[in-house]
């Protein structure tokens, strides 16, 4: 079953590579992403307000970033407060926002210097794997419906080329369970926003990477990619559109 979920969504994503143009305003995907929390757009002058101030040294942080109440209630109040003598920023995005850690903080996880390297890696998956994603109309976090592996630290969301060769890991490790869920994973983003992004967040939905999800599925096979499916990923790759970036704006 999901072999042939796998497949029709390499036809898709072959098909859409095939048109090698962008998806035009009022498509399905469109009215997916516009439910979705957008920083950039949601958050009106108080985005660039923030991250031009630098309040944040890593620029990833605020994007992350969740807000406690709907972000439309945010900019009302920023508007109101911002011309107040009293008015901190850096106070006002605190009180309101929920600031992110980066990946296994809170873990006690340490480095066992007596293990292989392999046996290292393979205590790492645990800490780098986030469960099922729910639904939240105030994250940038594009929710996954399965387990999937992220790299850490400030990167707490998923990344579509270097998923590859953390499934080649996973693989070794015996771990093809969690490889095929990463896979769904891919899938229900190119039946839900029409791509795979760079990663899954709304912010990086106008981008994506070098086209692997064939690469990702072979990779479960143990006997070479069947003629039909590695036509299909040659045809993707022949035309995908040059830097491998979609037009954003």
């Known amino acids: 079953m999901r072999v042939a979920t796998f497949c029709a969504a390499i036809a898709t994503l072959a098909a859409g590579c095939g048109r090698a ?9 469109d009215s997916i992403t516009a439910k979705l929390y957008d920083p950039a ?10 991250q031009l101030a630098g309040i944040f040294d890593d ?6 970033a969740r807000p406690k109440v709907a972000p439309s209630a945010i900019v009302k109040t920023f508007s109101a407060e911002r011309g107040g003598p009293a008015f901190d920023l850096r106070t006002f995005v605190n009180r309101d926002f929920e600031i992110p ?17 392999e046996e290292h890696i393979k205590a790492l998956w645990p800490v780098l794997t986030r469960k099922p994603d729910t639904t ?32 080649l890991g996973l693989v070794q490790s015996g771990r093809t369970d969690l490889v095929r869920d990463m896979l769904d994973n891919f899938a229900h983003l190119i039946s839900t ?17 070098p086209p692997f999800f064939a690469a990702m599925v072979a990779c479960t096979h143990r006997r070479p990619i069947p003629a039909r499916r ?8 022949k035309n ?8 954003s704006g």
Request: positive net charge; aromatic residues 14%; proline residues 11%.
């Open 21 to 29: 143009t962008p998806s035009t305003p009022g498509a399905p995907q």
């Open 41 to 50: 757009r949601d958050l009106g002058a108080l985005f660039p307000a923030v």
């Open 59 to 64: 620029s990833k942080t605020f994007v992350d």
């Open 101 to 117: 850690h980066p990946v296994g903080a809170g873990v006690d996880f340490r480095t066992d210097t007596t293990q292989t390297m």
């Open 136 to 167: 939240d109309a105030r994250s940038s976090l594009i929710p996954l419906p399965n387990p999937y592996v992220v790299p850490g630290g400030r990167f707490r969301e998923v990344y579509y080329w270097d998923s590859y060769f953390t499934m």
């Open 193 to 209: 926003v029409g791509h795979i992004p760079n990663g899954n967040r709304t912010y990086y939905l106008g981008r994506s990477q």
């Open 230 to 237: 590695f036509a299909i990923s040659t045809r993707s790759r």
């Open 240 to 247: 995908m559109p040059s830097g491998w970036t979609a037009p």
